[in-house]
């Protein structure tokens, strides 16, 4: 069998057959849902390293797939809400909380959270938190750990005091069109208070739940408590 004749042969049997599936499934992927491996421990405790993550990009509007054009759109960002959105500067994709949104004004002291002239409420998050307990021996005893009150929602945080870091910040007004975002790791995140707001087209679907995880430092153990579990 000659070049051309292979060549055919690939396209007809292998290549023309699979393109339409993996057309439908990566638009799919692009336009309704996605799954996002974790490597990164800028959300501790709420998401952790190794984690996989299920996001719902129907979850505010309906795209274009491979494109940030909304065909439609129903429900806008809230406060609390954990999304995957592109960083302004250099398009890197994120998984961050929404700690403020169009109209509101942040401030950060001292790692306490300032939404609109009032500090957000903390409570003691106990060892045996889901998340918690999975952190390493030596994590655990660096860090501070409590549950922060953003609206009527409340989700894990964690800071960590013997590590340089932004723990004063603002106030800042969020513009329209804009949203604030933070890791849940404050003193570990590369997040809004350095790169800025993040434009509302760039926010492309919500983080709803770990689908499976596995323990980076001990060679890829499975975490079965975290697999199939909600985001807070």
Same mark, same amino acid.
Request: aromatic content about 8%; hydrophobic content about 45%; charged content about 25%.
């Given at each position: ?57 129907? /979850?505010?509007?309906? #795209?274009?797939?491979?494109? &940030?054009?909304?065909? $439609?759109?129903? !429900?806008? %960002?809230? *406060? ?62 660096? /860090?501070?750990?409590? #549950?922060?009150?953003?609206? &009527?929602?409340?989700? $894990?945080?964690? !800071?960590? %005091?013997? *590590? ?69």
């Amino acid at each position: 069998m000659n070049a051309k004749s292979l060549i055919r042969s690939l396209w007809r049997d292998w290549v023309r057959p699979l393109a339409l599936p993996f057309l439908l499934i990566a638009g799919a992927k692009s336009a309704l849902a996605d799954i996002n491996y974790v490597p990164s421990s800028s959300m501790q405790t709420t998401i952790l390293c190794g984690d996989v993550v299920f996001n719902n990009k129907l /979850a505010y509007d309906l #795209r274009v797939p491979f494109t &940030t054009t909304r065909l $439609a759109r129903w !429900a806008e %960002p809230a *406060r609390g809400d954990i999304v995957v959105c592109f960083a302004p500067d250099d398009g890197t994709r994120l998984l961050k909380r929404i700690v403020a949104q169009p109209g509101d004004t942040i401030e950060l002291r001292r790692d306490i959270l300032w939404l609109n002239g009032k500090p957000s409420a903390y409570a003691p998050l106990p060892a045996a938190a889901l998340g918690v307990r999975d952190l390493e021996p030596a994590e655990r005893a660096a /860090a501070v750990f409590a #549950r922060e009150q953003l609206d &009527t929602r409340a989700h $894990a945080v964690m !800071a960590l %005091p013997g *590590r340089p870091a932004l723990r004063d910040f603002g106030p800042v007004r969020i513009s329209a069109g804009h949203y604030f975002m933070m890791g849940d790791n404050r003193d570990n995140s590369h997040d809004s208070r350095f790169f800025g707001l993040i434009p509302r087209a760039e926010i492309i679907g919500e983080a709803k739940a770990v689908v499976v995880s596995a323990d980076l430092n001990h060679w890829l153990r499975p975490r079965l408590n975290r697999f199939f579990t909600r985001l807070e």
